[in-house]
């Protein structure tokens, strides 16, 4: 029994709490079991408390008892990288400097979580400052194999089994990298969409809360609560209310279009990834155009980078000034890279993106999504968290884009399939993403 | 007649034309007039074609002799300082380099302006791309004296009676200083209330489009219709509209109490200043208390410099790439301290401005507005537009200031009395200058 419930999607669980048939305590109960079960091998949790865990979700049982509104994910277990703030719990940031850090208020997004009723199970484990240098944790489709990153345990502990949802972010590749690699669903919004108060920062440009899920439902269902304007992240504005889960459910009103686009980095996909996406785009026959980006897009790979070092590094300032000696090099590098970048650079790169986001104004005239790989290929080994290459462009844009782990690459590890929509079209994206998966796999 | 007409001031002439006691083109022309005695010593205008004035004017006659709708400055002649684009005008920055400039829009101010009913009467010279250096203005009240820059021509027209109003930007002191020097009016509103678009860009975090006119409630009926939200410039937003002439117009519900500041910068007054001050303070008695700022404002001034000389040298790359010979060496300079600036110190400076302002929540609790000098002193000599440090800080907070010309400091020339406001309590910061202005010298 356990087992099986810690398997059941959000959605299906939401429903069956709301419904009576099974308890926020049940739920929660079977996936600590399962939590106890591989977290040994899996290493995705940085911090976990049974107790807390199991005590919200008696709380969530006793609103409904008492008759209390039942939010959408009422009693619904959900991990949170170990960047997000959490009155409850520490959040370390991936670094000894940062140990035993303990914030006095939610971030944002967990208010909002605990609002819709979720349980927060615990702290997943990020790189090191959400930069490049890994964790501890592994991969669930071969314990050999990286997560990816930064949002490393967010990602494992959803393909694991361990909970049915998860919070992540995403500067350059840190979402879209770890779903890919787990074989899981990753979601990150629009840039603007999810507020980013009470979340380390750095990157206020690229910046994105991202969502992990075992389906495009719960991903729907994850995302709709989250959406607001908050006064304290000035990259939020006051927005209708998106249909996440009506849309994801509804038909599109006509089949949808897909351009498929290599991409500058086209190369840095490895053989095994070019030929599945060769058969992908072939099997979608018409509704798949090979199309080719200006070439005023070239820079935007650059641009994206001088703009996360720069950010990072101003961000990064103070554990730059007193904790180099604990900093990796490859951080320790980074930041001084991103410390001798000029404003005037700086400003050039800030300044193209609006330029570049107009560029793809035709591609989504005509069509209503791209089609791009999600990384170069399968997970790396262990000393590495992957090549974001794949999910820089569109973290650049904003743009919102989804993980749909639907093929399997080299070693028969998940291979993701990246959708990439236009901005503010997030539902649609999802609807899109939907119809894509029943095309290609039907159930 | 005509010399009489062209010193009305702006709110009376609207009214004798709304009224049909006067034609717009009588008005422009008795400014024309005005224009042709004085132009030749004063130097203020960088383009001014009579016919095309004349000829708006015309058409201004034509509508309300049709009954068209009237503007609230239908009619009005007004001078545009030569960095904001009109279609019908050239607009050459105060450089060579764009000599014969012709934009093909107006700048959105423009076209407000248009809409409103005004005729735009010329271009006002501006110093070398609104920076430092001078243009050929001099200041009517001594030929021999700086107008103060940049907006030079925009304050030395006003106070020439040349025109009852004209637009100016200020990035540092550009509108405060020269209204200061020329003893005219200036308003510099809360940074983002009046859209930039279509004007040379200096600094987004910074410029600021100001106004200037002969009387309070002239910039009250000029500031009125300029106030709109702009989606070409990203800093503007949807706001409920101010009631600019009517709160000038109304009395305070309670006498207002003035906060006086003197700065980190006092000693850069001249002792004429300090003593007008002293003085000033006394005659306001209990109206008036003496604040001390907090010592973290110290870096402010810094902070102003490093954000100005960084976004200055990004927005002006194109002209330092192709037009070193060219610049002045005082801009040169400018530009490669901003080109040196790294990224790093700019994001500090820039992230510090919230943190800044948030130091004056307790000011503006207490206090209706702070009163503090315009400038060092009086007018320097014609080569230089002199000091703009008593503004430099309100034009990093991005707070509304007024200047008050009813003093005189050394030589008898004018001597600017700075009234400054919260964010966006524009409309009353101008209510209390009114207030000061009876309290002080009663009609």
Not at 138 to 150: A, D, H, W
Request: glycine share 6%; with cysteine.
């Amino acid at each position: 029994m356990s087992v099986e419930l810690s398997q059941l999607s959000a959605t299906q669980a939401a429903q069956a709490i709301a419904d009576g048939l099974i308890s926020s305590e049940q739920l929660v109960q079977a996936c600590l079991d399962r939590i106890r079960e591989i977290e040994p091998q899996v290493q995705a949790w940085q911090f976990l408390d049974e107790k807390l865990a199991l005590a919200q979700a008696r709380a969530r049982d006793q609103d409904r008892a008492e008759g209390r509104a039942i939010g959408v994910l009422h009693g619904i277990p959900i991990g949170i990288k170990d960047i997000i703030d959490t009155d409850d719990m520490p959040t370390e940031d991936g670094t000894s400097l940062h140990a035993g850090r303990t914030p006095a208020n939610d971030a944002t997004v967990v208010a909002l979580l605990r609002a819709a009723g979720a349980v927060i199970m615990g702290k997943t484990v990020t790189t090191e400052l959400a930069n490049m240098t890994p964790g501890k944790t592994r991969n669930p489709q071969n314990l050999e194999r990286s997560p990816g990153g930064s949002s490393s345990g967010s990602a494992a502990a959803v393909a694991a089994g361990m909970v049915p949802l998860a919070i992540g972010t995403q500067t350059s590749g840190s979402v879209i990298r770890p779903a890919a690699y787990c074989g899981v669903y990753g979601f990150k919004p629009t840039h603007g969409l999810i507020s980013r108060h009470g979340i380390l920062k750095l990157s206020r440009t690229l910046d994105t809360v991202g969502l992990f899920a075992r389906s495009l439902e719960d991903l729907a269902l994850l995302a709709e609560p989250l959406i607001m304007h908050d006064e304290k992240d000035f990259d939020t504005r006051p927005r209708a209310r998106m249909q996440f889960p009506a849309m994801v459910k509804s038909e599109p009103p006509l089949p949808p279009s897909l351009a498929f686009v290599k991409t500058e980095v086209w190369d840095r996909a490895d053989e095994t990834t070019q030929q599945a996406f060769a058969e992908l785009i072939e099997e979608l026959g018409e509704r798949c155009k090979i199309i080719e980006l200006p070439t005023s897009l070239k820079v935007a790979w650059e641009f994206q980078r001088i703009i996360a070092e720069a950010e990072t590094a101003f961000n990064l300032d103070l554990e730059w000034q007193k904790g180099q000696s604990v900093l990796s090099p490859s951080l320790r590098e980074r930041l001084e890279r991103g410390r001798s970048t000029s404003a005037l650079s700086y400003q050039k790169a800030v300044a193209a993106i609006p330029k570049l986001i107009a560029e793809f104004d035709e591609v989504f005239d005509s069509f209503d999504a791209i089609i791009t790989p999600s990384t170069t290929g399968t997970a790396p080994g262990l000393d590495s968290t992957g090549d974001p290459v794949f999910c820089v462009l569109w973290s650049l844009l904003g743009m919102p884009a989804v993980n749909l782990p639907f093929m399997t690459g080299v070693d028969n590890m998940p291979l993701g399939v990246q959708l990439v929509g236009a901005r503010l079209m997030d539902a649609r994206l999802l609807r899109t993403a939907k119809w894509l998966q029943q095309r290609v796999s039907p159930s």
